[in-house]
């Protein structure tokens, strides 16, 4: 398996205009995480999904965000309009849940989307 | 989930040294999850351990849980310059919420 795939790796964008980060968790996995990491907040999570439904977005700054997970294969995270303070690196990670004694949730990261508002 | 704290924040060692990290968590788990983070790339699962567990091994790495007073430590032994990097403890438990809460982690440098 590839892994959890993130495209783009890197975005520079001006401020006001429209980002999409992509995702491709671990095919089989039934979660999908989306965090993000500053320097100032850490690593901090946005919004997860079970079977492709949202299950917690608290972590959601604010209306600009946006997340979707039309299929098991596949999410994206929106931003509209963009900020310089969204800056940071975006990261993906996908799990599979088990049950009973044997549950575990080990969380399988992509590489990251840097992006920079200017 | 709940969020561990790590400690040191920052530890630097000569390679061939030992290195001890520990996390600090206030509620009861299930399992306590270590990973690491290499300069401007992804978390990376090292291990986990459970609650009913006291100690694990894993190639170079020990990890110690005593549940009594809620900490686990991280032992990297013989310590490389490839080891640098941030290492984040996550406490979690079989219920609730599935995502992981991460603290400011230790940054580890090994000086070669």
């Known amino acids: 398996d590839a892994g959890v795939i993130q495209s783009p790796r890197h975005e520079v964008t001006e401020m006001g205009q429209e980002v999409t980060l992509r995702c491709k968790p671990i095919s089989g996995h039934d979660y999908l995480f989306w965090y993000r990491q500053t320097m100032m907040r850490g690593l901090e999570l946005l919004i997860y999904f079970n079977n492709n439904v949202p299950i917690d977005d608290s972590g959601m700054p604010e209306d600009r965000f946006s997340a979707k997970m039309p299929n098991a294969s596949f999410s994206t995270l929106k931003i509209q309009p963009s900020e310089p303070r969204d800056s940071a690196v975006y990261f993906c990670?996908?799990?599979?849940f088990g049950s009973g004694a044997t549950s575990y949730n080990e969380q399988f990261f992509g590489p990251g989307t840097r992006l920079t508002v200017l | 989930s709940q969020q561990g704290e790590e400690d040191p924040q920052a530890l630097s060692i000569q390679e061939g040294e030992n290195a001890t990290m520990n996390c600090s968590y206030k509620t009861s788990i299930n399992n306590l999850q270590w990973y690491r983070q290499n300069s401007g790339r992804g978390l990376v699962h090292l291990i986990l351990?459970?609650?009913?567990?006291r100690e694990k091994h894993s190639g170079r790495l020990r990890v110690t849980l005593d549940t009594s007073k809620k900490s686990s430590s991280l032992l990297i032994t013989a310590s490389r310059a490839a080891d640098t990097a941030s290492y984040f403890c996550a406490p979690t438990s079989d219920t609730g919420r599935r995502a992981l809460t991460f603290g400011s982690g230790t940054r580890l440098q090994v000086q070669p």
């Open positions: 351990i459970r609650s009913n567990e």
């Open positions: 990670a996908s799990s599979l």
